[in-house]
């Protein structure tokens, strides 16, 4: 067998090997092209609403107040949390601590009726909370802070957004269309389970066929185009004119 016939086998064999995979590759990269990464986020679904700053004297208040029955930590956020100046307090590992910095009242983990008001008041338009549950372990279309507040909408597009307990925030906003970005994410990667491994053994072995794929269809290239035959055409003229005696020529 020739080398040009070796990669020609190498080249069909390992393309239909890959032909799926290649298939997932170009269509969920067209779809990461096409739609814009905002709208995968539901970032224009944000509702814009300005947060009133916190009156100063109401913060050094509230700090001492809360200082001074014991409440520390190596990081504290003040922000105000729908319509009340809050405190969330960061220590080490343990889990973030949240509080009112008016009366000095603990709020976390905050009750459903709270992370309803703060799902309702984050999201754009006139649409309510058609169900709610506590999610306690991340995974599938969640993977941020635990526990949270999973707050759906019947608004057509099948949102949810989660609130964390501890610190009142709005984590992560899902929807139909995030959730097919995420699976086309995952058969992007090879990781189809966390769908965040970029190093994943799958992928790596396919990419590395995927470059041979390549680069046997370059050497082939040549010979598709006629040249390598274009070359023994004229190499074969010039050994028979090598070889033809000089009075035989034409003249």
Not at 99 to 125: K, M, N
Request: glycine content about 8%; aromatic content about 8%; cysteine-free.
């Amino acid at each position: 067998m020739s080398v040009n016939g070796l990669w020609v086998k190498i080249h069909k064999w390992l393309a239909l090997l890959m032909a799926i995979q290649i298939l997932f590759w170009f269509g969920s990269g067209l779809f990461f092209a096409v739609v814009p990464i905002e709208r995968v986020r539901s970032e224009h679904m944000i509702a814009e609403r300005e947060a009133p700053p916190v009156p100063l004297d109401v913060a050094a208040d509230g700090l001492l107040r809360l200082g001074s029955a014991g409440v520390t930590g190596d990081r504290l956020e003040i922000r105000t949390l729908i319509d009340r100046p809050a405190l969330v307090v960061h220590r080490g590992e343990a889990r973030p601590r949240l509080f009112d910095l008016a009366s000095g009242e603990p709020l976390s983990p905050i009750p459903v009726e709270l992370a309803v008001r703060i799902a309702e008041a984050d999201h754009a338009g006139d649409a309510r909370a058609a169900r709610v549950e506590l999610i306690r372990e991340a995974g599938g279309e969640y993977r941020g802070a635990v526990p949270a507040w999973r707050v759906a909408f019947d608004d057509g597009a099948n949102r949810a957004l989660y609130v964390a307990a501890d610190t009142g925030q709005v984590t992560a906003r899902r929807s139909t269309l995030w959730r097919a970005y995420d699976l086309l994410w995952g058969l992007h990667i090879m990781d189809w389970r966390a769908r965040t491994d970029f190093n994943s053994v799958p992928l790596v072995v396919v990419t590395a066929l995927g470059l041979i794929v390549v680069v046997s269809g370059i050497v082939m290239l040549p010979s598709r185009l006629g040249y390598t035959a274009w070359r023994r055409r004229r190499r074969a003229d010039r050994l028979n004119a090598r070889q033809t005696p000089t009075g035989d020529r034409p003249a």
